[in-house]
C-alpha cells in the first residue's frame, strides 16, 4: 500500500500565505483608513487640555482673552462647558489647577471626574475686559447653531467685539451660512474684525467693506478706529465711510417724520370723517362728537376682554370683530341723541353746541361710573405687532400702517355711501334742499337720524383705530375735537376731498414743525395757520359748489 506524501516538518512550522509579513504600501494604506475612521468617528475640535483650561482661568487679562480667542477656534463640547463656567462665574482655581464648581462639588473641567475642592481654591474673578471677551466667545461658538435666529444674533455679538484672530472662525462659518440675513451680519463682522489689524492695507479694504454696508450700528467702531487711525489712506476711507452713514441716518430721519405726519394725518381723517357728514352736511355742530369716539374705544376694550375670557384661542382676532361692535355702539349712541336731543335744535347751532357740550360731560361720567377714571390698555393682535424695517435706522410700526390703510379704506366707503347709494342721495337731497326733499316724498326725520348715526359710527371706527396706538381713558375724545373741527373747517365744509387734504396736510406740518419748535409751539403754529387761513378764504380749501355758495 502506498502512503501519501506528507511534509516532515510539524504542522505548527508549515509556512502560511497568511502569517506572511504584508508589503509596505499595504501597511501604509490600512494605517491611512483607520485615520480617517478614527477622524470621521471623532467629534469636530480639539479636546480641551489642562493647559487651555488653566490659560483661560489664570494669569493677567490680556493672556486669558488670547488663550479664550484660541480654544474657541477649536472648541469641542468640553471646551464649550467650560467657557460657559466661566461666564456664570462658577470656576475655581489655585495656582496649578481649575475647577468646575456644580453646586458645592467640584469637577474636572478636562475629564469632567469629581474631586475634592482644595482649601487654596479661590473664585475666579473676570474684570470686564474677560468678561466682553467671554461673551464674545459663548456668541462664536453659536454661529453653527441650527437656528438662524441664533447665528444672526452671535454674528450681531461678534461685531461688537472685533477680534482678528476669530477671522477663521468667521470664515469657516461664511462658508457653510446659507441665510442671507446672517451671511450679511458675519460680512461685516468679519470687516469690523480687519478693522483692528496691525495691517493698514486690511483696515483700508475693512474701510471700504463697511462704507458699503453703511449699518448705522458700525458708525461708534468706525469712530473709535478714526481716533487712533495713523494711515491717511485708511482715515480717508473711514471718514467716506462715517459721511456715508450719517447721510443714510438723515435720509432714515426724513422718512421718519413723514411717515409719522401720514400717521397722524390718518388719525386725524378718521376722527373728523364722522363730523364732516354730522356737521359738514348736517351743519350739527356736535360737541359730544369726541365721546362717540371714546365710545368706539372702550367697545373695542370690551370686545378684547370678551375674546380673552371665552375665546383665548382665537384672541388675535378679536380686532375683527371689535370694527363692527364698536361702529354699531358709537351709532347707537348717535341715534339717541339725535332723536332725543338734536332733532329739537336744527337750526339753532348756539343751543346744539351748548346741548352736546352738557351731553358730552354726561357721557364721560357715565363712562367712569362704569370703567372706573383710570385708563384701559388694549392690547395690540399679534399680527399688528413689531414694524417693517425699511432702513437700518426706520423701523414702520404694523399698528400704524394697518391704520393708514383702515382710514383709506373708510373713507373710501364713506365716498361710495355719499355718491352712490340711496341714502346717499337723500342725505344730500334734505341737505340741500330740506322743503323740496319733503316735497318729493323723502322722510327727512328719518335721513337725519340715519345721517347723524352714520357720521357717530365713523366716529365709533375712529375710537376703534386709535385704542391701538395708546390708552383709552374717559378723555380719550377731548385729545380730538378741536383738530376735528380745524380739519373739517380748513378742507370745506360738506367736502370729504377737503377733509382729507386738511387731515394729511395738518399731520404733516404739525411733525415737521415739532422738530423745529417742540409739540406745544406747533400746535400755536398751527392754529395760527388756520385762522389766518380762513380769514383770507373762510370756504375753506374746497368751496361748497352751487348759488349759494357763489352769492
Known sequence: MVKPLTSSRPPSLAPSRAAAPAPGWVRRIGLLVLTVGALLASPLGHALTADQARAMAIGDSEARVQALNQAV??????????????????????????????????????????????????????????????????????????????????????????????????????????????????????????????????????????????????????????????????????????????????????????????????????????????????????????ELIMIGAYATYVTQVLFRQYLPGAFDWYLVAAVPVSFMASALVGAALERGVIRYLYGRPLETLLATWGISLILMQATRSIFGAQNVAVENPAWMSGGLQVLPNLTLPWNRIVIIAFAVAALLGVAWLISRTRLGLFVRGVTQNRPMAACMGVNTARTDMYAFSLGSGIAGLAGCALSQVGNVGPDLGQSYIVDSFMVVVLGGVGQLAGTVYA?????????????????????????IFIIVFIQKRPQGIFAMKGRSAEA
Open 73 to 290: 477656534l477649536t472648541a469641542d463640547d468640553r471646551t464649550r462647558a467650560y467657557i460657559n463656567a466661566l461666564a456664570d462665574d462658577s470656576v475655581k482655581a489655585n495656582e496649578k489647577d481649575v475647577f468646575v464648581m456644580q453646586g458645592d462639588q467640584a469637577t474636572d473641567p478636562v475629564t469632567g471626574a469629581k474631586l475634592k475642592l482644595p482649601e487654596d481654591a479661590d473664585d475666579v474673578v473676570n474684570n470686564n475686559l474677560v468678561r466682553s471677551a467671554l461673551e464674545a466667545a459663548k456668541a462664536a461658538m453659536q454661529l453653527g447653531s441650527a437656528d438662524a435666529a441664533e447665528r444672526l444674533d452671535a454674528a450681531a455679538a461678534l461685531m461688537k467685539e472685533p477680534d482678528e484672530s476669530r477671522l477663521p472662525l468667521i470664515d469657516k462659518a461664511l462658508a457653510a451660512e446659507h441665510d442671507a440675513r446672517v451671511k450679511a451680519q458675519l460680512e461685516k463682522a468679519r470687516a469690523t474684525a480687519l478693522l483692528a489689524s496691525e495691517d493698514p492695507a486690511k483696515r483700508l479694504a475693512a474701510a471700504q467693506a463697511l462704507d458699503q454696508a453703511r449699518s448705522p450700528d458700525i458708525k461708534p467702531l468706525l469712530n473709535e478706529q478714526l481716533e487712533r487711525e495713523t494711515d491717511p489712506q485708511v482715515k480717508t476711507a473711514l471718514q467716506t465711510a462715517i459721511s456715508h452713514i450719517d447721510a443714510g441716518l438723515a435720509w432714515g430721519e426724513r422718512l421718519g417724520v413723514l411717515f409719522s405726519g401720514i400717521s397722524l394725518g390718518s388719525i386725524l381723517l378718521l376722527a373728523a370723517l364722522g363730523l364732516a357728514i354730522t356737521y359738514g352736511l348736517m351743519g350739527v355742530i356736535n360737541m359730544a362728537h369726541g
Open 503 to 527: 387731515a394729511l396736510g395738518l399731520g404733516l406740518v404739525n411733525k415737521l414743525l415739532e422738530g423745529w419748535t417742540g409739540a406745544v409751539l406747533a400746535k400755536i403754529a398751527v392754529l
